[in-house]
């Protein structure tokens, strides 16, 4: 009798640690999808023919320079990361003014791009402007 005490004891002891074990696995299998999630950013920078742009982006690598027009996709990044997008229109001696586009687009996983953030206007003599916004869905 002395020794079935301590053997139910053991055997009780494990089956609650096992029980507890399974019902936290489903939270965490949770936590892992909520984590895959992969985003995409688009940037599109366009101005009216007279002016050259320079600018920069962020990208998941760090921030890139580039001069002309400029479409491109960069990705994945993961939640919270600050799309940024700066450029400068300026005229080779030529006078007028631009129209200048800055667009952002943000993909989900494999969700269409969805435009997030634009800054748009027109220069007189050139001048530079920047759009961001940072990845909260």
Same mark, same amino acid.
């Given at each position: 009798?002395?020794?079935?005490?301590?053997?139910?004891? &053991?055997?009780?002891?494990? #089956?609650?640690? !096992?029980?507890?074990? *399974?019902?936290?696995?489903?939270?965490?299998? +949770?936590?892992d999808t909520e984590t895959k999630d992969?985003?995409?950013?688009?940037?599109?920078?366009?101005?009216?023919?007279?002016?050259?742009?320079?600018?920069?982006?962020? &990208?998941?690598?760090?921030? #890139?320079?580039? !001069?002309?027009?400029? *479409?491109?996709?960069?990705?994945?990044?993961? +939640?919270?990361?600050?799309?940024?997008?700066?450029?400068?229109?300026?005229?080779?001696?030529?006078?007028?003014?631009?129209?200048?586009?800055?667009?952002?687009?943000v993909s989900k996983n494999t969700?269409?791009?969805?435009?997030?953030?634009?800054?748009?206007?027109?220069?007189?003599?050139?001048?530079?402007?920047?759009?961001?916004?940072?990845?909260?869905?």
């Amino acid at each position: 009798m002395k020794r079935i005490i301590p053997i139910l004891s &053991t055997l009780l002891a494990l #089956l609650i640690c !096992s029980a507890c074990t *399974n019902a936290d696995e489903p939270d965490t299998q +949770k936590a892992d999808t909520e984590t895959k999630d992969n985003y995409y950013v688009r940037y599109e920078i366009s101005n009216g023919s007279a002016f050259s742009v320079r600018g920069n982006v962020a &990208t998941e690598k760090g921030n #890139l320079d580039f !001069s002309g027009k400029f *479409n491109e996709t960069f990705g994945p990044v993961p +939640k919270g990361f600050r799309a940024y997008a700066y450029a400068r229109f300026y005229h080779e001696g030529r006078g007028g003014s631009t129209n200048y586009n800055i667009r952002i687009y943000v993909s989900k996983n494999t969700e269409p791009f969805v435009l997030k953030s634009q800054k748009s206007g027109t220069f007189p003599d050139g001048g530079s402007d920047e759009a961001s916004y940072t990845i909260d869905f």
